[in-house]
């Protein structure tokens, strides 16, 4: 039924938001802390290190230059997000912006399979449903790229109800649009040539589904062993910043 479908839609973009929303809280707390560290607790050591009027290792420099520069401008680094975040806004609402942002979202590397899932997904998924309720094919195509969200997709699906408004079966130009896997059109000539388009469509709903939900779980087991490296890392330069230049004193007394 409709309201089962609406349902699953949901649930199925609930997983995918859950699955990334762990990452991006980790990384985000970690700019947090590192923010926190350089504006709080490096200008107190700074001052150790000026009193004993030391030699400091190049590393030391560095984050202390990182320090002051935040200390002394961080409403700066601040402000120019906020305009880098705004001017990007506006940019990716141009319809230049809009196609590179929404081309960027299915090419960009891991991203953009996971995106090019989720929309073959929701295509399938929601090809079936029009189907099921007797709406003919052509209105259906119509209906799906109205609201697809993103336009690389809705002006392919626009170019291919022109060419079934032409009497093109729907496998044809699906087969030509590189966007669409070739899976997706060797189905539908399946499903049309068999009458049984909606049941093809809506296994491979299934299929891409469950497609989205491996590739974000792998992309979460990546994602934590990068964020432990990025953090040691991290980590170890200001212990090595902070550390050698407290040796080196310790050493001279």
Do not use: H
């Not at 496998?171 to 499903?191: R, T, Y």
């Not at 299929?207 to 792998?218: A, H, I, L, P, R």
């Amino acid at each position: 039924s409709l309201a089962d479908r609406l349902e699953k839609d949901a649930a199925f973009r609930g997983k995918v938001r859950g699955a990334l929303i762990y990452p991006a809280f980790i990384f985000t707390v970690l700019i947090a802390v590192g923010a926190l560290m350089m504006i709080k607790v490096i200008p107190q050591l700074k001052e150790i290190f000026n009193d004993a009027n030391a030699q400091l290792p190049w590393a030391t420099r560095a984050v202390i230059w990182t320090s002051n520069f935040l200390a002394a401008g961080w409403w700066w680094v601040l402000l120019g997000i906020i305009l880098v975040v705004v001017a990007f806004r506006f940019y990716i609402k141009t319809e230049k912006g809009m196609q590179w942002w929404n081309n960027l979202l299915i090419t960009f590397p891991i991203f953009g399979g996971i995106n090019r899932d989720i929309i073959m997904a929701r295509f399938t998924r929601t090809f079936t449903l029009l189907i099921e309720t007797g709406i003919p094919i052509l209105d259906a195509l119509n209906a799906l790229a109205d609201v697809m969200d993103n336009e690389v997709y809705k002006r392919s699906l626009y170019k291919i109800a022109r060419d079934v408004e032409r009497g093109i079966p729907l496998s044809v130009p699906l087969a030509k649009d590189k966007n669409f896997p070739p899976i997706i059109a060797q189905m539908v000539g399946v499903g049309e040539q068999s009458g049984s388009l909606d049941q093809i469509l809506d296994r491979m709903g299934i299929f891409y589904e469950n497609s989205v939900d491996e590739k974000t779980k792998t992309l979460g087991s990546l994602i934590e062993p990068i964020i432990i490296v990025i953090l040691g890392v991290g980590v170890g330069v200001l212990i090595f910043a902070i550390l050698m230049p407290i040796y080196q004193l310790a050493q001279l007394q």
